[in-house]
């Protein structure tokens, strides 16, 4: 390095030093941190409070779908909305333990012979219940 260099090296470190914020902005900062934290607090026990209200609707869940399967209601027509009961059989999933424990138990086979049996091989069917809400939607084009 020649010194010339050095010498505008040296000068760039001496004209960046830090500047020091003023008054009005140092206050404003605090502002900005004060309300971030402030909206931060808020965000968190919103949170909370859509899981509490998100845990009370699943147990209303479970009582509406008894009531409504019992009763052998499907639709049900309100002012804030239609709520539709859906019951159907499904196939239990493949796990993966499932399936080391077919390939252990058919190592004979191989190819599709394997893929037939692991995955055609009856499944246990289970009734799933669930319901949605049908909120109607309003159109305004004239």
Do not use: C
């Not at 010339?4 to 960046?16: A, H, L, P």
């Amino acid at each position: 390095m020649t010194s010339q260099q050095t010498d505008d090296m040296i000068n760039d470190i001496i004209s960046n030093e830090k500047m020091e914020p003023t008054e009005e902005e140092l206050n404003d900062f605090k502002n900005f941190v004060n309300d971030w934290f402030k909206y931060d607090d808020q965000i968190r026990k919103l949170v909370i409070a859509i899981k509490e209200r998100k845990n009370y609707q699943r147990v209303l869940n479970t009582k509406i779908q008894d009531f409504m399967t019992k009763f052998n209601y499907n639709d049900l027509n309100t002012q804030y909305g239609r709520i539709k009961a859906n019951t159907k059989n499904v196939k239990v999933p493949i796990k993966i333990t499932d399936i080391r424990e077919r390939i252990l138990k058919y190592k004979e086979l191989s190819g599709e012979d394997l893929l037939k049996q692991i995955f055609e091989e009856d499944r246990q069917i289970v009734t799933k219940k669930n319901i949605k809400r049908i909120i109607p939607k309003v159109s305004i084009t004239l």
